[in-house]
């Protein structure tokens, strides 16, 4: 478990990526916390959500997790991390469908 992980872990970084991570993960609060601790200064997070406009987060038929947007500016701003840049992206097909998401590149502010 990432979060186990990062309770447990007594180092910093200055890249985390979690491209398909946060699909499996509902509330992101306290992991957006921990990577905050384990981030050096100007560390960056790189990830990947799908993409949902309902709520700030849903749990889909697809058992993956969708964030909203603005779920993730207001949870990066919480535990001081600065959006660097945001793209959208078709991350996956599904059943012939495009998964429409977003990458997000965060960084810690110093």
Same mark, same amino acid.
Do not use: M, W
């Given at each position: 478990?990432?979060?186990?992980?990062?309770?447990? $872990?007594?180092?910093?970084? #200055?890249?985390?990526?979690? !491209?398909?991570?946060?699909? @499996? *993960?509902?509330? +992101?609060? %306290?992991?957006?916390?921990?990577?905050?601790?384990?981030?050096?200064?100007?560390?960056?997070?790189?990830?990947?959500?799908?993409?949902?406009?309902?709520? $700030?987060?849903?749990?889909? #038929?697809?058992?993956?997790? !969708?964030?909203?947007?603005? @779920? *993730?500016?207001? +949870?990066? %701003?919480?535990?001081?991390?600065?959006?660097?840049?945001?793209?959208?992206?078709?991350?996956?097909?599904?059943?012939?469908?495009?998964?429409?998401?977003?990458?997000?590149?965060?960084?810690?502010?110093?």
């Amino acid at each position: 478990d990432i979060l186990d992980f990062l309770v447990q $872990d007594t180092q910093k970084y #200055s890249l985390i990526i979690a !491209a398909d991570v946060f699909g @499996y *993960i509902g509330c +992101l609060e %306290a992991l957006l916390g921990h990577i905050g601790r384990h981030l050096l200064e100007r560390g960056q997070l790189l990830f990947s959500i799908e993409l949902t406009n309902t709520a $700030d987060f849903v749990l889909q #038929s697809t058992a993956r997790y !969708a964030h909203s947007n603005a @779920y *993730i500016q207001r +949870l990066a %701003a919480q535990v001081q991390l600065t959006l660097l840049k945001s793209t959208e992206v078709t991350l996956r097909f599904q059943e012939q469908e495009p998964v429409p998401g977003k990458v997000f590149l965060l960084q810690k502010a110093h």
